[in-house]
């Protein structure tokens, strides 16, 4: 395993801290992060939270295999992934990314990277609630296609390329 990877899921409240400290190193000069946050509104409906389902170890496998990815595309870059498990309200914070890279263009590419395949490979199913009382799981990933190659992109030439 990769000393610069740590991926996980969580039960408590991800701390964003420990993020920025994992990837932190004398020899990165930028440290991208993204969080993800429950907001409360989805297609015209008031939301008051969220459920997040998800398979751990393929969770991890997959966010481990995405960074694997993105080091390979971004040399000298460290991550940090870690996704909620169980109910948010309003304002929790679903998902805490952080990347670090020697220069700063590097640590943006692969933070957006990383998310932007988070969201369609990882074994994470949400199940939003509304206002007037009804929830509805929203489409997610399938666990069928784990076994299909996917195009992804790079985020830098806008072209994709198979990764299986």
């Known amino acids: 395993m990769d000393e610069h990877i740590l991926t996980e899921v969580s039960v408590v409240e991800i701390d964003l801290?420990?993020?920025?400290?994992?990837?932190?190193?004398?020899a990165q000069g930028a440290i991208d992060t993204f969080i993800g946050i429950v907001r409360?509104?989805?297609?015209?409906?008031?939301?008051?939270?969220?459920?997040?389902?998800?398979?751990?170890?393929?969770?991890?496998?997959?966010?481990?295999?995405?960074?694997?990815e993105a080091q390979g595309i971004w040399p000298?870059?460290?991550?940090?992934?870690?996704?909620?498990?169980?109910?948010?309200?309003?304002?929790?914070?679903?998902i805490v990314i952080a990347v670090s890279s020697p220069h700063r263009a590097e640590s943006f590419e692969a933070c957006r990277y990383v998310?932007?395949?988070?969201k369609k490979r990882a074994p994470v199913w949400k199940q939003e609630h509304y206002f007037e009382g009804k929830s509805d799981w929203l489409p997610g990933h399938s666990?069928?296609?784990e076994a299909e190659e996917s195009l992804v992109c790079c985020g830098r030439c806008g072209e994709k390329r198979h990764v299986g």
């Open 17 to 26: 801290a420990r993020a920025i400290a994992f990837v932190s190193d004398a």
């Open 40 to 68: 409360n509104n989805h297609s015209g409906k008031s939301v008051t939270g969220i459920t997040y389902d998800v398979h751990e170890n393929l969770a991890n496998q997959s966010f481990r295999e995405i960074c694997a």
């Open 76 to 94: 000298g870059t460290r991550y940090f992934v870690s996704h909620f498990y169980g109910v948010l309200d309003v304002g929790g914070v679903s």
């Open 115 to 118: 998310i932007e395949e988070i």
């Open 143 to 145: 666990l069928n296609s």
